[in-house]
């Protein structure tokens, strides 16, 4: 019978017999993946609702309502990884669900790393070149550019279309995995194209769905501080506060699981071949959680980042979300009067 070939989502499987310090991280990643489930789905609902259904259309609301869709289709999904995870990566769910809930995981979580890109560069444009802005930012524009983000986001989630199936690991037990059976004649060759194929994924994933995002995010912060600083602005707009909070909530929650899974990625083949670098499994159940914990941050940030914060608290969370996501009505009419002249900081405070 044709041997396979299979590799784990998460690196190689755990110990059976597993130290106790690894089975309280495991625990405690099961904790907050439960918590990340909740406050994501409640949160990001209520961003939905109030930013697809009680406000006015806007760039800035289409913007974090496909932010807001992204965290919640995550979410949502929580539970399926969670029981998998709490029965140490089996997969009672079945073939369908297996590829369904990877796929809508991976869409999402590099739609988000995307839509804060785009969110961040339309900040960017807002502040140096504020009359284009007012003749040619639109709804209708920020619509059609915000497919970009979704499409580049499919397309890497490729392989898990193509390779992620159940898999039987012998013993009884069905994992959710890839699986390269049919890619090779001899076990030595299914290897090959397996860790080809997972080490060119891994370095995609995190130069093109982090490291890129990331650097874009930098230089449109590099230049609107520039802007900020020439012009004597000393503080910001509402929105922009709302932005640097979001992407610095995303770089601390997603950097330690980036860099864990790149270097697990260069050291594939000796953690597999060899059992080297097991080190690096312990830290991928706190690193994950953490990171999907930046799925429910956005919704509270909206709420009590800004000005006002004791006045927000006594106010109803949608009131709040309103006034955290909206943009000055003037800045999507009035163009013609407001063109002639628009100043960096009119538009920061437009924002």
């Keep these: 019978m044709e041997s396979n070939i299979s590799i784990p989502m998460d690196g190689p499987k755990e110990m059976l017999h597993e130290p106790a310090g690894y089975t309280v991280l495991r625990i405690l990643s099961l904790v907050v993946l439960g918590i990340t489930f909740v406050l994501g789905v409640l949160g990001n609902g209520l961003v939905i609702w109030v930013a697809g259904f009680r406000m006015p259309r806007t760039v800035t609301t289409v913007c974090y309502l496909n932010l807001a869709i992204a965290d919640f289709s995550f979410t949502a999904t929580l539970p399926f990884l969670i029981v998998s995870k709490a029965m140490r990566k089996q997969w009672p769910f079945g073939w369908f669900l297996c590829k369904a809930v990877h796929i809508v995981v991976d869409i999402n979580l590099f739609g988000s790393v995307f839509l804060i890109a785009c969110i961040a560069l339309d900040r960017c444009i807002c502040v140096l070149h504020p009359v284009w802005v007012q003749n040619h930012r639109t709804v209708s524009l920020a619509t059609k550019v915000i497919i970009g983000p979704w499409i580049l986001a499919l397309i890497l989630t490729l392989p898990v279309f193509i390779f992620l199936t159940t898999v039987n690991d012998g013993t009884g037990n069905i994992q959710c ?135 927000r608290l006594i106010h109803s969370l949608p009131a709040s979300l309103e006034r955290a996501l909206s943009e000055d009505v003037n800045q999507t009419s009035d163009t013609t009067a407001k063109s002639a002249l628009p100043s960096a900081e009119a538009e920061l405070r437009a924002m």
């Design 177 to 311: 995995t890839f699986n390269f059976a049919s890619w090779g004649n001899s076990t030595e060759e299914r290897m090959k194209v397996a860790l080809t194929m997972l080490t060119a994924r891994g370095i995609i994933r995190f130069i093109i769905g982090f490291s890129m995002p990331m650097s874009i995010i930098a230089i449109c912060y590099g230049l609107i501080a520039a802007k900020i600083h020439k012009k004597g602005m000393i503080k910001s707009s509402r929105p922009l506060r709302v932005l640097t909070a979001v992407v610095a909530s995303f770089f601390l929650c997603w950097f330690p699981f980036q860099l864990i899974a790149l270097l697990s990625t260069v050291w594939r083949r000796e953690m597999l071949l060899e059992r080297k670098y097991k080190i690096l499994t312990v830290f991928v159940n706190p690193t994950s959680s953490l990171a999907f914990f930046n799925s429910c941050l956005n919704p509270m940030l909206y709420v009590f980042v800004g000005r006002d914060f004791r006045e």
